[in-house]
């Protein structure tokens, strides 16, 4: 069975939910003596470590500024993803990428977030692979701007690894939301259609 029609149109989140940092917080975390090598590589567990640390909050906001920026181009594509995409290409599905993310990092380096983030997705073949263009991916400044965009660009379906995102009273009701969220232990809300991997995203969508 598939859910594939030629009106479809996915829209997708994209840190955290297309791009994978565990390994790479770890790496600069334990680099900077933030974090002991004992401490698991996942990015909520290395976030909840620092930030007990005196000036915690400065010290991972700094951090999240060296992984999303100076350091993006050794960020890694979740498993699936590829062949997600690449699925999508042959069946001629609509994908937009709408990530909200700020321009620069409130406290270290003066970075370019966005220009990182399409250098990488320039490298990791969107554009020459998998068929998207530069107008296919958006960065919003606020949450709001990112659902008003959801919305805007006609998505059917959004896939995002935060179930505020799609849980927000302002997520377009015409819009159904996706969670791609790994096994963490954590409730999942009922209502929302829950994937822990992209093979099951798409096998979900063209069968």
């Given amino acids: 069975m598939s859910l594939f029609s030629e009106h479809i149109h996915i829209g997708i989140d994209f840190d955290n939910t297309i791009v994978t940092y565990d390994n790479l917080f770890h790496k600069y975390a334990l680099g900077l003596g933030l974090i002991s090598s004992g401490v698991a590589k996942n990015k909520q567990v290395i976030r909840d470590t620092i930030r007990m640390l005196s000036d ?20 890694e594509i979740f498993e699936g993803v590829r062949n997600f995409l690449d699925k999508c290409r042959e069946m001629s599905a609509k994908v937009s990428v709408i990530s909200h993310k700020t321009i620069y990092p409130a406290l270290g380096p003066r970075v370019n977030l966005r220009e990182a983030a399409r250098k990488w997705i320039e490298a990791n073949g969107f554009y020459s692979e998998f068929g998207l263009s530069e107008n296919d991916i958006v960065f919003e400044e606020t949450l709001a701007g990112k659902l008003s965009r959801i919305s805007e660009r006609g998505c059917t379906y959004f896939i995002d690894d935060l179930p505020e995102v799609l849980l927000h009273p302002d997520f377009p009701s015409n819009v159904a939301g996706i969670l791609y969220a790994k096994n963490t232990g954590k409730e999942i809300p009922g209502n929302l259609l829950h994937f822990e991997n992209w093979d099951e995203i798409r096998e979900y969508f063209f069968g």
């Fill in 56 to 75: 915690g909050n400065d010290k991972w906001t700094e951090l999240q500024g060296l992984v999303y920026g100076t350091h993006m181009d050794e960020a």
